[in-house]
Antibody, heavy 122, light 109 residues
């Protein structure tokens, strides 16, 4: 059974940093691209970032480019999102999602975690 | 960036009736279009990918069609568990700029 478990969310002041983690199990982690998707309270879904199986291809939404960094550790079956210079508009539930393809970051998402909540507020 | 729009924003349907949801892309995404269902307090669930292929375990009452810029999700006979928000998502871009539509809420009439 595929499982994606996010952690690292919490309350953080504007301008500060936070690192999210996603622990994956139930599939061969290094066979697939992985993604972060967020959902602000009461709003729709927004893709944040994706990374190919070998970290050779990475993409970011314009809204986070230059502030967020995605990475993965295939030996630990883990995905990360380093979030710097956080803003109030980054407040959202952050989902870890499994891409359907190995190399293509542009993909649909066949499995999702339950999310970790990030609140940016003073 | 490819902008996705969905209509209607809300669709009121009686159980057993047919529901037709629309999704439009601001430029062609070929067949690189997926549909998701999201219920309150839950993560999204993949329904359709490649515009018309049902994901594993998705009932046959869900079907997708379209290509290019115009797409449709049809639920042939709504069941109580189908009342939810539905999102379309394109994955055509390179460099990747994956985008979602704003969603269509299907509620009980």
């Amino acid at each position: 059974e595929v499982q994606l478990v996010e952690s690292g969310g919490g309350l953080v002041q504007p301008g500060r940093s936070l690192r999210l983690s996603c622990a994956a199990s139930g599939f061969t982690f290094d066979d697939y691209a992985m993604h972060w998707v967020r959902q602000a309270p009461g709003k729709g879904l927004e893709w944040v970032s994706g990374i190919s199986w070998n970290s050779g291809s990475i993409g970011y939404a314009d809204s986070v480019k230059g502030r967020f960094t995605i990475s993965r550790d295939n030996a630990k079956n883990s995905l990360y999102l380093q979030m710097n210079s956080l803003r109030a508009e980054d407040t959202a539930l952050y989902y870890c999602a499994k891409g359907a393809h190995r190399g293509a970051v542009a993909s649909y998402f066949d499995y999702w975690g339950q999310g970790t909540l990030v609140t940016v507020s003073s | 960036e490819i902008v996705m729009t969905q209509s209607p924003a809300t669709l009121s349907v009686s159980p057993g009736e047919r529901a037709t949801l629309s999704c439009r892309a601001s430029q062609s995404v070929s067949s690189n279009l997926a549909w998701y269902q999201q219920k309150p307090g839950q993560a999204p669930r993949l329904l359709i990918y490649g515009a018309s292929t049902r994901a594993t375990g998705i009932p046959a009452r869900f079907s997708g069609s379209g290509s290019g810029t115009e797409f449709t999700l049809t639920i042939s006979s709504l069941q109580s568990e189908d009342f939810a928000v539905y999102y379309c998502q394109q994955y055509n871009n390179w460099p990747p700029r994956i985008t979602f539509g704003p969603g269509t809420k299907v509620d009980i009439k």
